[in-house]
Nanobody
Framework: QVQLVESGGGLVQAGGSLNVSCAAS????????MGWFRQAPGKEREFVAH????????YYANSVKGRFTISRDNAKSTVSLQMNSLKPEDTAVYYC????????????????WGQGTQVTVSS
């Protein structure tokens, strides 16, 4: 079992940057692949980014590729999402998630979830 707590959300103007982080506790963090998802009001939760257990592999949704960067620090049991060139359509609650067996980026393939942090981008 692993517990995940997100932080760093907030209000930012379009074109600005924000970094959200996720702190993990419980079982060995480095054994999990990690992902970020987001959910806007009235919409399905969607995949944003994924990073392998050792950080050697990353994958992004097309909508954020080139603007967002996922990273992890296994020594600190944290995963972060650096978001640049933010757009109003990036407004959502952002969730981190842990995956025991890496292989799919669908939300059903992630085993543990945080409570989310709100990111609001004003135009």
């Amino acid at each position: 079992q692993v517990q995940l707590v997100e932080s760093g959300g907030g209000l930012v103007q379009a074109g600005g940057s924000l970094n959200v982080s996720c702190a993990a506790s419980g079982r060995t963090f480095s054994s999990y692949a990690m992902g970020w998802f987001r959910q806007a009001p009235g919409k399905e939760r969607e995949f944003v980014a994924h990073i392998s257990w050792n950080g050697g592999s990353t994958y992004y949704a097309n909508s954020v590729k080139g603007r967002f960067t996922i990273s992890r620090d296994n020594a600190k049991s944290t995963v972060s999402l650096q978001m640049n060139s933010l757009k109003p359509e990036d407004t959502a609650v952002y969730y981190c998630a842990a995956q025991i067996v890496s292989g799919s980026y669908h939300k059903s393939a992630y085993n543990y979830w945080g409570q989310g942090t709100q990111v609001t981008v004003s135009s």
